[in-house]
């Protein structure tokens, strides 16, 4: 059965996340159903990662195994048809190795988290960013973000629920940048390693907005890490705001996006 690499974006909104439930609707299967109007007996897909209910995504990958060679802009074509209405859509399809696997060729994972500080409520982006209604200062974020840098045991800031086997990980990269937004302030976290702990990312994002708010010093976090306890963790922030916005492999099956 050839096999198929498919980049795809999401809103997370509607969703209870990635992963296929029975009876609750997910990402994984919508895309599941409308690969089997195609081929009724198509098998499941796997992902690079599960996203959990209300994150959302401009480059998960996922791969599918069909019975029949489909040309792969054909492929995108079809399967974005039967996806409508549903906030979901495959960007890019490639065909791929037997042995290639979303998840376990993966190298690296790229999220970005929006956050908007600001006293009128978000109207435009309402669902896509967390919002405060209180200013926050960049500088000690960034101060506080190179303590997490690095290889670490990362249990303060994993949820209880983790499955993982070790809480240790590899930090690659946590960048905070302040960008101008209508009456307020927009900051974006780019963070980037081979794998996250369950609710990492926003377990990292809620800790450093304590420190922008002023109500925690920056070495704080430092502490907090050092502590390897879940009650040393700031406050975990929503999903509406985290998003799956890349996945690396080491022979790329996608173009580089512009």
């Given at each position: ?5 498919l ?17 609750l ?19 499941g ?13 401009t480059?998960?990958?996922a ?8 040309e ?32 376990f ?6 999220y ?14 309402a669902g896509?960013?967390?919002q405060?209604?209180?200013?926050l ?26 499955q993982?086997?070790?809480?240790l ?7 905070i940048?302040e ?6 302030q927009e ?15 926003r377990?990292?994002?809620?800790t ?9 010093p920056?070495?704080?976090v ?18 509406q ?18």
């Open positions: 059965m050839p096999r198929y690499a980049r795809i974006e999401y809103n997370g909104a509607p969703f209870a996340g990635w992963q296929r439930q029975r009876d609707p997910s990402v994984q299967g919508a895309i599941e159903d409308a690969l089997k109007r195609l081929e009724p007996d198509a098998p897909i796997g992902a690079a990662g599960r996203t959990d209910s209300g994150v959302h995504a480059a998960q990958v791969h599918c195994d069909l019975r029949r060679e489909w792969p802009f054909r492929l995108s074509e079809a399967l974005n048809y039967h996806l409508k209405p549903q906030p979901v859509a495959i960007t890019a399809i490639a065909r791929v190795a037997d042995d290639w696997h979303a998840r060729s993966a190298i690296e994972r790229r970005l988290f929006r956050l908007v500080a600001r006293r009128a409520p978000v109207v435009h982006d896509l960013v967390w405060v209604r209180h200013a200062r960049l500088a000690p974020m960034q101060e506080a973000a190179r303590h997490l840098l690095g290889l670490h045991d990362f249990t303060t800031f994993r949820s209880t629920m983790c993982a086997n070790s809480p990980k590899t930090l690659d990269q946590l960048d940048s960008h101008p937004y209508p009456g307020g900051f974006r976290f780019a963070l980037r390693a081979r794998s996250f702990l369950h609710n990492q990312v377990s990292i994002v809620g450093l907005e304590r420190v922008g708010a002023g109500h925690w920056p070495e704080q430092q502490a907090a890490l050092a502590a390897r306890d879940r009650a040393a963790c700031g406050p975990v922030c929503p999903p705001g985290l998003y799956l916005r890349g996945v690396g492999y080491p022979d790329p099956p996608f173009p580089p996006e512009a």
